[in-house]
């Protein structure tokens, strides 16, 4: 293929083949075609070498040879034996001296995962004095547990962590990754992901597995939560997945459960790294108790979205031995704060007792209480879908039922009391 001075391939015309049609002449975005004795002619040191007069010639008259695309490396081209990796692994979270529940939530998922799998449970911890940590993990369902313990973690630093847990991916191998959608589980993942350069599905609200082709079945809200989207991983490991706290169920402990913990050694990064001067505490949560961990949870919704109606609320819930969430116009409103919203952008919630006081139930919030072992609904809409899926809906106006609830609710505990019980 031809070239310029400038060592560019350039486009040249055969002349006993151009039958002097001049198309390339006015396809050239340079203006480096002219015609000769009617015959088209390319100047190479103005051609740009874009191919466009190979394309429209009609006798091919043109030499001309497209570079064919370089084939990427990395992401999506780097090959790997899948059938190396084996077990659910699942990050273990130390903050402080404790382990966030999310990470004992997820084990219990990842056995029922491993039992699908027909492999084993693993336990990443990383850390600093964190062996009380890898013994309960044990006991919540690890059959191994590998631990870093560093004095180099005993802060979170995204740099050390992400190296820390790159490094067990690749000795361990493991086909799938759990971690918890916690601030550091969050950061932690998607550092790993793109060292590892495997696929993460953020925020998942499901996980299952098909069992023919060990693909981990990650299910997640989409397009603002209006339809829930099922995610895989195919030819990358390990399968990556963040689970917001409240959406797995809290696992039973076995105390008489044996596992082994393995201690691996950790290398620091070469580079510098920050040093900690001081911490700022982070306030406490405006609006009370944490309403995730609620057993009784009394949730208003956008048309119960009136000041007037929360005290009555707030006395209903306080009798049924729980406090009051919202959904998110209640936020909007300025009715109660953040912290007290359900849902995709709220929080996820678990509790005994669910009961949505004018929630139409769209799917956003949905996500972030389907876990609630008993759901009951106030609304005077019988087609609401949270209706459709409560376990107990009544249908009228909460203004007129809640009252009728309360007064009912006080009645049962003056008999109680009566009958000589002080609590």
């Known amino acids: 293929m031809p070239k310029n001075s400038k060592g560019r391939d350039v486009s040249e015309i055969i002349p006993d083949k151009c039958i002097g049609c001049q198309l390339c002449v006015g ?13 088209a002619k390319v100047d190479p040191e103005v051609c740009i070498g874009c191919g466009k007069c190979f394309d429209v010639c009609p006798v091919e008259a043109v030499i001309f040879e497209k570079p064919r695309k370089k084939k990427l490396t990395g992401i999506g081209q780097k090959p790997r034996p899948l059938e190396e990796y084996q077990g659910v692994a699942v990050f273990i ?3 402080g001296s404790k382990v966030a529940e999310v990470s004992w939530e997820l084990l219990g998922k990842a056995r029922e995962l491993a039992g699908k ?15 009380p940590a890898a013994k309960d993990a044990v006991i919540y369902g690890c059959d191994i547990v590998y631990m870093v313990d560093n004095p180099l973690l ?11 847990m790159v490094n067990l991916c690749e000795q361990v191998k493991p086909e799938i990754l759990l971690l918890g959608a916690t601030a550091q589980g969050r950061d932690l993942a998607s550092v790993v992901a793109t060292q590892l350069e495997t696929g993460l599905t953020a925020d998942c609200t499901g996980l299952d597995i098909d069992p023919q082709e060990r693909l981990l079945l990650m299910t997640r809200p989409t397009f603002g939560g209006n339809i829930m989207a099922t995610i895989v991983c195919r030819s990358h490991r390990p399968q990556m997945s963040t689970v917001r706290p409240g959406v797995m169920k809290m696992p039973k402990i076995d ?13 620091a990064p070469k580079e510098a790294l920050p040093r900690v001067i001081d911490f700022v ?14 057993r009784v949870l009394v949730v208003a919704g956008k048309g119960a979205c009136d000041a007037g109606a929360m005290p009555m609320l707030e006395e209903f819930a306080k009798l049924m031995g729980g406090t009051i969430g919202c959904s ?36 956003q919030h949905l996500v972030g209480m389907q876990g609630s072992e008993k759901i009951i609904a106030i609304n005077t809409d019988r087609h609401a879908p949270l209706v459709q899926i409560a376990d107990y809906a009544l249908i009228g106006d909460y203004r007129e039922i809640v009252p009728k609830l309360i007064k009912g609710l006080e009645a049962r505990i003056q008999t109680f009391k009566s009958k000589g019980n002080s609590k």
Do not use: W
Request: hydrophobic letters at 35%; aromatic letters at 6%.
């Open 255 to 267: 105390p008489q459960r044996r596992g082994e913990i393995r201690t691996l050694e950790f290398e």
């Open 281 to 294: 505490p982070i306030a406490p949560e405006v609006g009370g108790e944490d309403i995730g961990k609620a």
């Open 328 to 363: 998110r116009p209640v936020v909007q409103a300025g009715l109660l704060p953040y912290t007290r919203q359900v849902g995709q952008t709220g929080k996820t919630v678990s509790p005994r007792i669910y009961v949505g006081v004018a929630v139409s139930g769209a799917v």
């Open 27 to 39: 396809e050239c975005p340079v203006g480096a075609i002219e015609m000769h004795g009617g015959v």
């Open 117 to 131: 799998l027909n492999t084993q449970v693993f336990g990443f911890l990383m850390g600093s004095g964190v062996e």
């Open 93 to 95: 979270e130390v903050r």
């Open 154 to 164: 005993q802060t979170y630093l995204s740099r050390v962590y992400g190296k820390a």
